[in-house]
C-alpha cells in the first residue's frame, strides 16, 4: 500500500472553501479521501465544491461552527451520509487587529469562539464517528490548524488572534492524551506565511518584507500545505500524536 494513499477514507474540513482549509481540501482529494467542507455561506460552499470536484469527491455542508449547537449538526449532517470519520480537520478561523487602547472585547470574543472553541466542540460532536473508523492499526486522525503566531511573539497587533493559536496548540496536547487510547492522533499544524485571504491585506502592504524574513526565500505554496496534511492522516503519519508543525519555510526555527 501506498504510505500516503487514502482511498476509501472520509475527511471533514472546516472552513474548507478558500485558503489554507481548501488547500487541504485538494491535497486530502488527490490523495483519494472523500471530503465534506464546511463554511458559514452556502455559496461560498457551491463555489468550493464547483473548484474542488475534478480531483474527487467532494460535498458542502454550511455551518457556523462558532456556535456548539452548529458543530452538533455538522457531525449529525455528515453522520446521516457516513458511518466513519477517518479524517477531522480544524481549520475555521478568523483574526483581528487593532491597535492596543482600542481592541475590543467583541475581538476577542468572535476570534476565540472560532480559533479556540470550535476545535474543541467539532472534535467532541466528532468523537463517535471518528472512533468507528479507529483501530490500533490505522488510528482515526484530528489536525487542528494553529500558525507560527501561536509559537513566538509577532509585532502584529492580532493579540486574541496570536493568544488564540498558542492555546490551540495546548489544546492539541491535553486532546492528544486523552484520545491516544481511543486510537484518535490529535496534531496541529503551525503556517507561516501562505495566499489566503486571512493573509491577502498583509501580503499586499509588506509581502516582499514578509519573503525576506523566510529562510527559505519564499511564501508557502498550496501543495506545501496539501502535502503536511495528507502526510498526517495517512500510514505515513500514523504514529505521531501530540506534535505541533511549523510550516513556515524556518520562521520558527
Known amino acids: ?15 474548507g472553501t478558500r485558503g489554507i482549509g481548501m488547500m487541504i481540501a ?3 482529494l488527490q490523495a483519494g479521501a472523500r471530503v465534506y467542507i464546511s463554511s458559514r455561506k452556502a455559496d461560498a460552499g457551491d463555489a468550493a465544491v464547483a473548484e474542488l470536484s475534478e480531483f474527487g469527491t467532494v460535498v458542502s455542508i454550511p455551518a457556523d461552527v462558532s456556535k456548539e449547537a452548529e458543530c452538533i449538526r455538522l457531525a449529525e449532517e455528515v453522520g446521516k451520509r457516513e458511518e ?43 468523537l ?20 507560527i503566531a501561536g509559537l513566538q511573539p509577532s509585532a502584529a497587533r492580532t493579540y486574541s488572534y496570536s493568544t488564540s493559536k498558542a492555546a490551540v496548540h495546548q489544546l492539541t496536547r491535553n486532546l492528544s492524551k486523552e ?3 481511543r486510537r484518535i492522533t490529535v496534531n496541529a499544524v ?15 502592504a509588506a509581502g516582499d518584507e ?13 501543495d506545501d500545505m496539501a502535502g ?24 520558527a526555527t
Open 228 to 251: 503536511i496534511a495528507v502526510f498526517l492522516s495517512s500510514r505515513a503519519g500514523s504514529y505521531l500524536t501530540g506534535t505541533i508543525i511549523p510550516v513556515d519555510g524556518g520562521i
Open 179 to 181: 484520545l491516544a487510547p
Open 128 to 147: 463517535p464517528l471518528l472512533e468507528k473508523a479507529a483501530s490500533h492499526e490505522d488510528p482515526a486522525r484530528v489536525i487542528n490548524i494553529g500558525s
Open 84 to 126: 466513519q470519520v477517518h479524517i477531522l480537520v480544524n481549520n475555521a478561523g478568523a483574526t483581528w487587529g487593532e491597535d492596543l487602547e482600542k481592541f475590543p472585547e467583541s475581538a476577542w470574543d468572535k476570534v476565540l469562539d472560532l480559533n479556540l472553541k470550535a476545535p474543541f466542540f467539532v472534535t467532541r460532536a466528532f
Open 190 to 204: 503551525a503556517p507561516g506565511p501562505f495566499e489566503s485571504k486571512m493573509m491577502a491585506a498583509t501580503l499586499a
Open 210 to 222: 514578509m519573503t525576506k524574513r523566510v529562510p527559505l526565500g519564499r511564501i508557502g505554496r498550496p
Open 26 to 28: 485538494r491535497g486530502l
Open 1 to 15: 500500500m501506498d504510505l500516503f494513499d487514502l482511498t476509501g477514507k472520509v475527511a471533514v474540513v472546516t472552513g
